[in-house]
């Protein structure tokens, strides 16, 4: 988080974390559409995210202006450092499980990968606004909000169910984490 006080302007920064393909690009792309946001995206030629997929949103809380960096990490493995690099600073995280049921075990590994990302950038989970996104949610092989619930936000984070493909819960998981934010922002400005 950066403040500038007299400037009235705070940065914080958003990383959507989740496992390859679970669709966190999409939740950017949305957001941008449906925001007026400009995206900037650094792809493979598989239109895989690279390096990362950037935005930034900007709201008024009171007489200041809430500028929110927005960020996707890639999902593959050989990517890990690239990962820890952009995690470095987050204030707040989205993440965004593939609700597919065959994808849960990935997806569990990779909550406890984010738990020991933020241990190597020297935060800690429970100290950072998360909001769990459950994406492809209308997919078939989706599995219920109760049995993700149940089998994966152990932390019991605030939760939306998504389509982000269809634009079916982008705003809300944004909306979520943004209120977070802005009372954590909030107390420490009291």
């Given at each position: 988080m950066l403040v500038d006080v007299h400037k009235k302007v705070v940065k914080l920064k958003v990383v959507y974390y989740g496992v390859a393909r679970s669709g966190k690009t999409t939740n950017l792309e949305k957001l941008?559409?449906?925001?007026?946001?400009?995206?900037?995206?650094?792809?493979t030629q598989e239109e895989?995210?690279?390096v990362f997929d950037f935005a930034t949103k900007k709201v008024?809380?009171?007489?200041?202006?809430?500028?929110?960096?927005?960020?996707?990490?890639?999902?593959?493995?050989?990517?890990?450092?690239?990962r820890l690099t952009v995690l470095r600073g987050v204030d707040g995280l989205v993440f965004v499980v593939d609700a597919q049921r065959e994808r849960f075990e990935e997806n569990l590994n990779f909550y406890s990968l984010l738990k020991?990302?933020?241990?190597?950038?020297?935060?800690?989970?429970?100290?950072?606004p998360v909001v769990f996104q459950y994406n492809k949610m209308d997919?078939?092989?989706?599995?219920?909000y109760e049995e993700l619930e149940r089998g994966i936000n152990l932390d019991r984070h605030v939760s939306v169910r998504a389509s982000a493909v269809n634009g079916e819960g982008v705003?809300?998981?944004?909306?979520?984490?943004?209120?977070?934010?802005?009372?954590?922002l909030e107390r420490m400005l009291a």
């Open positions: 941008s559409q449906l925001e007026g946001l400009d995206l900037l995206k650094l792809d895989k995210t690279l008024r809380v009171g007489d200041m202006t809430v500028s929110f960096s927005l960020y996707t990490i890639p999902g593959q493995d050989i990517y890990r450092d690239i020991a990302d933020l241990l190597r950038i020297g935060k800690k989970l429970e100290d950072t997919l078939p092989q989706a599995m219920s705003l809300e998981t944004f909306r979520s984490l943004e209120e977070l934010l802005i009372r954590k």
